[in-house]
């Protein structure tokens, strides 16, 4: 297998798989910067519905003077989708944006190594399981060609990137990946391979002391986000991320981080309660808010 350098840094081709708002606002990034784009997902109607994310996203663009309007229909094209794993075969590049589940990323990863060229590059989303464990899945020939990008959402508006490389990443590959990054807009930082990286070890002991500090009733879910966008300088506070981030999302990356570093990200019982309640956030109407 080759070092990374086999793919056109201008004109690569990128698969997604996962269609939902984050793998969708990916697919976007690299869609906009010109690269042809194609994503899956195993449920038809969110499969259905990315086109038109992607169509929204163009329209916000050409609104906030970022893209002219012929630009944008012309990028329309780059955008495609697929109900099968087969057309990665010809890709340079697939990122994978699927549940935080370990055993469903390995499952995926098992069947992307048999489909995808040797020289195609697997890239994981997660933000939390430790890469070199998600390597395992696959043939230790394509293990130096998998490692983590971790966008953050809304991935079209956010430029960091989490780029980890596992224990067998070849380092061509993840500086190769690093260069797509910046080619398309995005600020790659290097990370470690531990569970949770850097940036969500920082934001959930951020969000479970918050939680604490409303069952504690020291403040109100309003009050302390109006706290931290007015005090802090967030542009968003720790609930409405919560909510616009799905909030069983939010619980299960808080159980991996207990699982490897202790008490110390033990989920607060409010968070707990929420979800067993089915108050996941902007997706089921109800959060730590109420959504029309």
């Known amino acids: 297998m080759g070092t990374g350098e086999e793919f056109a840094m201008e004109h690569a081709r990128i698969g997604v798989v996962g269609a939902g708002m984050m793998g ?14 194609r994503v899956t997902d195993r449920d038809a109607a969110t499969l259905g519905s990315a086109p038109d994310r992607f169509s929204a996203i163009l329209e916000r663009s050409v609104a906030k003077g970022e893209l002219a309007i012929d630009d944008a229909q012309r990028l329309q094209a780059n955008f495609s989708t697929t109900a099968t794993l087969e057309p990665f075969g ?8 699927i ?18 060229a040797a020289q195609c590059v697997l890239a994981s989303n997660t933000s939390t ?17 998998l490692l983590g ?21 070849a380092d061509a590959v993840a500086e190769r990946i690093s260069t797509l990054l910046r080619k398309v807009g995005k600020t790659p930082i290097r990370v470690r391979d531990v569970p949770g990286f850097a940036v969500n070890r920082l934001l959930h002991a951020f969000l479970i002391e918050a939680v ?18 007015l005090g802090l300088g967030h542009p968003v506070g720790p609930f409405q991320l919560m909510d616009l981030s799905d909030n069983t999302l939010v619980l299960q990356v808080q159980e991996i981080l207990k699982g490897a570093y202790g008490e110390r990200f033990l989920p607060r019982p409010l968070l707990k309660l929420k979800v067993a309640a089915g108050e ?8 730590w808010y109420g959504y029309a």
Do not use: Q, W, Y
């Not at 010809?90 to 944006?97: G, I, K, L, T």
């Not at 549940?99 to 995808?116: G, H, Q, T, V």
């Not at 996941?280 to 959060?287: D, Q």
């Open 212 to 229: 604490r500090l409303v069952e504690e009733n020291v403040c109100d879910v309003e009050d302390i986000d109006v706290a931290c966008k």
């Open 149 to 169: 990008t971790h966008f953050f959402s809304p991935a079209s508006r956010m430029p960091l990137v989490e780029v980890i490389a596992g224990i067998a990443t």
């Open 90 to 97: 010809a890709c340079d590049v697939v990122v994978e944006a």
């Open 129 to 145: 399981i430790p890469i070199s464990s998600l390597a395992a899945s696959v043939a230790p020939a394509r293990r130096s060609h």
């Open 280 to 287: 996941r956030g902007r997706k089921t109407g109800r959060g």
């Open 24 to 37: 969708a606002e990916i697919a976007s990034v690299f869609a906009i910067a010109g690269h042809e784009v």
């Open 99 to 116: 549940s935080e589940e370990m055993e469903l990323k390995k499952a995926l990863f098992a069947r992307l190594d048999a489909i995808c």
